[in-house]
């Protein structure tokens, strides 16, 4: 008595760069996520090499030429203090992208393990963790940022450090439902069983599992948070002169709103250029990252 | 008679409480309800039911993914019932199991290679070259490549999936698996190749097999023993001959009378006894023999199978039943229409 059968099933011709590869051909296939990057990486460029591409310092003055029209010297004019706008647009490039980055980077690190432990155990530890998420949450975003800045001080630092906590309730809510949901996959038992404790369980099993989800919700986290710099610098919460950001020049330019629009226009489409970009390809990556995406 | 006993499983009890909420009723599912059985060396036990019996509910406790309510669970002797995950860690080392489902069961983001190796890692068992040659033999058994190794399960097909399960299961050398419906979710046409491997595996390596499932060819190919379980009980234990050639509870006699048979001339000779309704809730089981209430010889074993709960009785040696109508030299009567068929 015996049933023979061969597998009759053939690997799908594939090496590890090959998903790489597929995702690359479906986010090409997207033009508006293509633009949204080109886009952000285009502001990183220009945020990290400010110091080459500024063709004037942050605090270079030019008595010379005040409320100056765009000429051949300062090709974008200049404010009422005789700044050069282009430059002023580049430095505050790197400040609001500063902001952006490190202020989702930090809600990230806080916020991933808290929701992830949520998740893991549940019991207690969940309900302690998910009704201090509330609270936080129900402070709408930008009264808990305007809040805590006025708390600490006007400066970038704090401005990133209350947008960074005010990101985090989002984080940890995300966290903890990717736990919830991976937690429930044959391969946890599995690696209990293979002895793992919960330390590599959460880190080399689930962790990894999410990286997809937390990749798009940094993209949209980031330009909330640039948005958030600008109000709160538009409130003068953030960065005091001679450091300068996109919400600092808006904030710089409404006196001469009605003698020269332009001081507002500049760093009006800057921050609507990248919040822009940045939610196009987090909406693009997030349909390409989708497993049950087939484009 | 009997070989020695590596896993040993007594009045094991696993009740969920449900409906704890503010509305809602409550209740308790009972879904492992008092099963006992002993798991020889060397052997492969075939524990058969229908959905919902408490087939995995017993597997995970027997490999303490969960704890039991009550009862007793000893591993070589040593009772594991209620130790911590701690505790256990150096014990799971002899004791494994294969998931049912070879796409939830592998981690998408490790390389195939990396699951088959994490035991070995998780119980600092060998040096990274001696951790690679180990993957190396462990595939060769399971008859994947060594090339294999560096893949994504995602670039397998189901039938190698469960291949590196296993292979993952068995690279520690275990002495005990728990294979839970391990072909169910696979095409047919491979299902019998990794049997073949099953058993295969079993006679060179030696270690002992519960396994689960629901299809009775699988047991009769693969199986030494055969514990058929209905509604959270064990009905009847013995060898595989015994139940397919002379099955004594009338559920049994019902499961196999629905197996098909591979000669089709034979196949329409046979009637099928249709048990009627569905298996009663586990929420609320019946009183005295759970399967009174579809019992087809109900009117024989009434009304003392309504009240009392038949206890699992030595009906000849090595054959345990769990009926009113069976006693030790007294066979069950046949249900009408049934006849034994040969295995």
Same mark, same amino acid.
């Given at each position: 008595?015996?049933?023979?059968?061969?597998?009759?099933?053939?690997?799908?011709?594939?090496?590890?760069?090959?998903?790489?590869?597929?995702?690359?051909?479906?986010?090409?296939?997207?033009?508006?996520?293509?633009?949204?990057?080109?886009?952000?990486?285009?502001?990183?460029?220009?945020?990290?090499?400010?110091?080459?591409?500024?063709?004037?310092?942050?605090?270079?003055?030019?008595?010379?030429?005040?409320?100056?029209?765009?000429?051949?010297?300062?090709?974008?004019?200049?404010?009422?203090?005789?700044?050069?706008?282009? *430059?002023?647009?580049?430095?505050?490039?790197?400040? *609001?992208?500063?902001?952006?980055?490190?202020?989702?980077?930090?809600?990230?690190?806080?916020?991933? !393990?808290?929701?992830?432990?949520?998740?893991?155990?549940?019991?207690?530890?969940?309900?302690?963790?998910?009704?201090?998420?509330?609270?936080?949450?129900?402070? !709408?975003?930008?009264?808990?940022?305007?809040?805590?800045?006025?708390?600490?001080?006007?400066?970038?630092?704090?401005?990133?450090?209350?947008?960074?906590?005010?990101?985090?309730?989002?984080?940890?809510?995300?966290?903890?439902?990717?736990?919830?949901?991976?937690?429930?996959?044959?391969?946890?038992?599995?690696?209990?069983?293979?002895?793992?404790?919960?330390?590599?369980?959460?880190?080399?099993?689930?962790?990894?599992?999410?990286?997809?989800?937390?990749?798009?919700?940094?993209?949209?986290?980031?330009?909330?948070?640039?948005?958030?710099?600008?109000?709160? *610098?538009?409130?003068?919460?953030?960065?005091?002169? !001679?450091?300068?950001?996109?919400?600092?020049?808006?904030?710089?330019?409404?006196?001469?709103?009605?003698?020269?629009?332009?001081?507002?226009?500049?760093?009006?489409?800057?921050?609507?250029?990248?919040?822009?970009?940045?939610?196009?390809?987090?909406?693009?990556?997030?349909?390409?990252?989708?497993?049950?995406?087939?484009? | 008679?009997?070989?020695?006993?590596?896993?040993?499983?007594?009045?094991?009890?696993?009740?969920?409480?449900?409906?704890?909420?503010?509305?809602?009723?409550?209740?308790?599912?009972?879904?492992?309800?008092?099963?006992?059985?002993?798991?020889?060396?060397?052997?492969?036990?075939?524990?058969?039911?229908?959905?919902?019996?408490?087939?995995?509910?017993?597997a995970n406790c027997v490999v303490r993914l969960?704890?039991?309510?009550?009862?007793?669970?000893?591993?070589?002797?040593?009772?594991?019932?209620?130790?911590?995950?701690?505790?256990?860690?150096?014990?799971?080392?002899?004791?494994?199991?294969?998931?049912?489902?070879?796409?939830?069961?592998?981690?998408?983001?490790?390389?195939?290679?990396?699951?088959?190796?994490?035991?070995?890692?998780?119980?600092?068992?060998?040096?990274?070259?001696?951790?690679?040659?180990?993957?190396?033999?462990?595939?060769?058994?399971?008859?994947?490549?060594?090339?294999?190794?560096?893949?994504?399960?995602?670039?397998?097909?189901?039938?190698?999936?469960?291949?590196?399960?296993?292979?993952?299961?068995?690279?520690?050398?275990?002495?005990?698996?728990?294979? @839970?419906?391990?072909?169910?979710?696979? @095409?047919?046409?491979?299902?019998?190749?990794?049997?073949?491997?099953?058993?295969?595996?079993?006679?060179?390596?030696?270690?002992?097999?519960?396994?689960?499932?629901?299809?009775?060819?699988?047991?009769?190919?693969?199986?030494?023993?055969?514990?058929?379980?209905?509604?959270?009980?064990?009905?009847?234990?013995?060898?595989?001959?015994?139940?397919?050639?002379?099955?004594?509870?009338?559920?049994?006699?019902?499961?196999?009378?629905?197996?098909?048979?591979?000669?089709?001339?034979?196949?329409?000779?046979?009637?099928?006894?249709?048990?009627?309704?569905?298996?009663?809730?586990?929420?609320?089981?019946?009183?005295?023999?759970?399967?009174?209430?579809?019992?087809?010889?109900?009117?024989?074993s009434a009304p003392q199978s309504d009240e009392?709960?038949?206890?699992?009785?030595?009906?000849?040696? @090595?054959?345990?039943?769990?009926?009113?109508?069976?006693?030790?030299?007294?066979?069950?009567?046949?249900?009408?229409?049934?006849?034994?068929?040969?295995?």
């Amino acid at each position: 008595m015996s049933i023979v059968a061969q597998d009759v099933e053939r690997p799908r011709v594939a090496d590890s760069r090959r998903r790489l590869r597929v995702l690359g051909k479906r986010f090409l296939r997207r033009p508006m996520a293509v633009g949204g990057l080109l886009v952000v990486l285009a502001f990183v460029v220009v945020a990290i090499f400010a110091p080459l591409l500024a063709p004037f310092g942050v605090g270079h003055t030019d008595f010379n030429a005040v409320l100056a029209k765009p000429s051949s010297k300062h090709l974008l004019g200049t404010d009422d203090l005789g700044r050069d706008e282009l *430059s002023r647009l580049i430095w505050g490039t790197r400040a *609001s992208m500063q902001v952006g980055v490190l202020a989702t980077l930090l809600a990230m690190v806080v916020a991933v !393990p808290i929701g992830m432990l949520a998740g893991y155990y549940r019991g207690w530890v969940d309900h302690v963790i998910a009704r201090l998420t509330d609270v936080l949450l129900a402070f !709408p975003f930008l009264i808990l940022a305007v809040g805590l800045a006025a708390i600490l001080g006007p400066s970038l630092l704090n401005v990133t450090l209350a947008l960074g906590i005010g990101s985090i309730p989002g984080f940890i809510r995300i966290a903890r439902g990717e736990t919830l949901a991976l937690r429930e996959a044959d391969y946890v038992p599995a690696a209990v069983l293979n002895g793992a404790n919960d330390a590599t369980i959460i880190f080399r099993h689930i962790l990894p599992n999410m990286t997809n989800t937390l990749i798009v919700q940094a993209t949209v986290t980031i330009p909330g948070a640039i948005l958030g710099e600008a109000i709160l *610098s538009f409130l003068n919460l953030g960065p005091q002169p !001679p450091a300068v950001s996109w919400g600092t020049m808006l904030q710089e330019a409404e006196p001469y709103l009605t003698q020269a629009q332009r001081l507002a226009v500049y760093p009006g489409v800057a921050i609507i250029l990248a919040v822009l970009a940045f939610n196009v390809l987090g909406d693009g990556l997030r349909d390409v990252l989708d497993p049950r995406t087939t484009r | 008679m009997s070989a020695a006993s590596v896993l040993e499983v007594e009045e094991l009890v696993k009740h969920f409480p449900v409906g704890r909420g503010l509305v809602g009723s409550s209740g308790t599912v009972h879904a492992v309800d008092g099963v006992s059985f002993e798991l020889r060396e060397g052997e492969m036990l075939g524990l058969v039911g229908e959905s919902g019996s408490g087939k995995t509910t017993l597997a995970n406790c027997v490999v303490r993914l969960l704890e039991p309510t009550s009862g007793s669970i000893r591993l070589h002797g040593r009772d594991i019932t209620h130790l911590s995950r701690r505790e256990l860690r150096p014990l799971r080392r002899s004791l494994h199991m294969v998931f049912q489902d070879p796409f939830s069961s592998l981690n998408p983001r490790m390389t195939v290679g990396e699951i088959v190796a994490e035991p070995l890692r998780l119980h600092r068992l060998a040096g990274r070259k001696t951790r690679e040659s180990r993957v190396i033999e462990t595939f060769e058994r399971v008859g994947l490549g060594p090339e294999h190794r560096f893949r994504y399960p995602h670039e397998l097909s189901g039938g190698q999936r469960q291949r590196v399960g296993l292979a993952r299961s068995l690279i520690l050398e275990p002495s005990v698996l728990v294979a @839970d419906e391990p072909v169910s979710a696979l @095409d047919v046409s491979v299902q019998a190749s990794i049997l073949n491997l099953l058993r295969d595996l079993q006679r060179d390596m030696g270690f002992s097999c519960l396994f689960i499932t629901h299809d009775l060819a699988t047991v009769e190919f693969l199986c030494d023993r055969i514990a058929v379980m209905y509604l959270g009980q064990l009905v009847e234990v013995a060898s595989r001959d015994a139940i397919f050639r002379d099955p004594q509870h009338p559920y049994t006699q019902a499961l196999l009378s629905a197996a098909v048979v591979p000669d089709p001339a034979e196949q329409r000779k046979r009637r099928r006894v249709v048990l009627e309704g569905d298996p009663p809730s586990p929420l609320a089981p019946p009183s005295g023999c759970r399967f009174h209430t579809r019992c087809p010889l109900h009117d024989l074993s009434a009304p003392q199978s309504d009240e009392v709960e038949p206890a699992l009785r030595e009906f000849a040696p @090595d054959h345990l039943v769990a009926c009113h109508l069976v006693a030790p030299g007294t066979p069950a009567p046949r249900i009408s229409g049934v006849e034994a068929s040969v295995a």
